[in-house]
């Protein structure tokens, strides 16, 4: 059962999928809290795993990674300890950015960081070597990014 979520929370969320860096005093100046009201509030989000994280988005062309590939694959069998294992060889490999388990053709989609082809071509031919329940991928090329976020929308309670 998820957590009751009113809308202080709700807002301190908003602002915070926006600016990580936001002060407690300045979401509390927004929603009309008291600064230490929003940080009980934030502890306990943490507490509850409504946030999970916070990180720095990087952008990848600057650190050398020009690259993304939108990758399907198809799976031989859906065997639980094959499936298990793939998903630890994805979760391992930083390359990987986002990984969704999924309905269609294809069992995975995975968005992948590639400094260049033959790096891509590397990390293929590993995935293939170390999964043999792997049947095949079809990559795709990302050309330009229209857009891209991690922000969930948040409807009213």
Avoid: F
């Amino acid at each position: 059962m998820p957590p009751e979520l009113d809308k202080h929370d709700r807002r301190v969320l908003a602002l915070l999928q926006h600016d990580a860096r936001i002060s407690a005093e300045a979401i509390g100046a927004e929603i009309g809290l008291s600064a230490s009201a929003v940080q009980r509030r934030i502890a306990r989000l943490r507490d509850e795993a409504v946030i999970t994280g916070e990180v720095v988005v990087v952008d990848a062309r600057s650190v050398g990674r020009p690259l993304t590939m939108i990758v399907d694959l198809e799976m031989e069998r859906e065997r639980t300890d094959l499936l298990a294992g793939l998903r630890r060889w994805i979760a391992a490999e930083v390359a990987i950015q986002e990984a969704w388990y999924v309905t269609g053709d294809e069992d995975y989609v995975l968005v992948v960081s590639a400094r260049d082809v033959e790096s891509y071509e590397a990390l293929m031919s590993r995935l293939l070597a170390e999964n043999a329940n792997v049947r095949r991928y079809r990559t795709r090329v990302v050309l330009g990014t229209l857009k891209r976020g991690m922000a969930v929308p948040l409807d009213p309670p």
